[in-house]
């Protein structure tokens, strides 16, 4: 059993900063990439970043240079920290996280935690 729990999300003025924390743990083997996505009342669900277990990242066009992810693969976590927050950021994010039981590889979501962007 694996399960992926987020922390950190909030409300905050727009141009202020939050910083997203997800923790996977249970029977891991391996975690290979990991990711957040966002969902906002209405819409789909979409990716806002990825990074590899290398540390390669990737970024939807809207957030590049306001969002960072990052992850410590010693203690299985992985972080999206948020600057320069707009309104239009305000959604759910979800933690996303591919991992290797000794049985297999399967795709694992977080809970969800709100991101509210507002004055």
């Known amino acids: 059993q694996v399960q992926l729990v987020e922390s950190g999300g909030g409300l905050v003025q727009p141009g202020g900063s939050l910083r997203l924390s997800c923790a996977a743990s249970?029977?891991?083997?391996?975690?290979?990439?990991m990711g957040w996505y966002r969902q906002a009342p209405g819409k789909q669900r979409d990716l806002v970043a990825t990074i590899t277990s290398g540390g390669s990242t990737n970024y939807v066009d809207s957030v590049k240079g306001r969002f960072t992810i990052s992850r410590d693969n010693a203690k299985n976590t992985v972080h999206l920290q948020m600057n320069s927050l707009k309104p239009e950021d305000t959604a759910v994010y979800y933690c996303n996280a591919g991992i290797s039981t000794r049985t297999r590889l399967s795709d694992y979501w977080g809970q969800g935690t709100q991101v509210t962007v507002s004055s």
């Open positions: 249970g029977s891991i083997v391996s975690i290979h990439f």
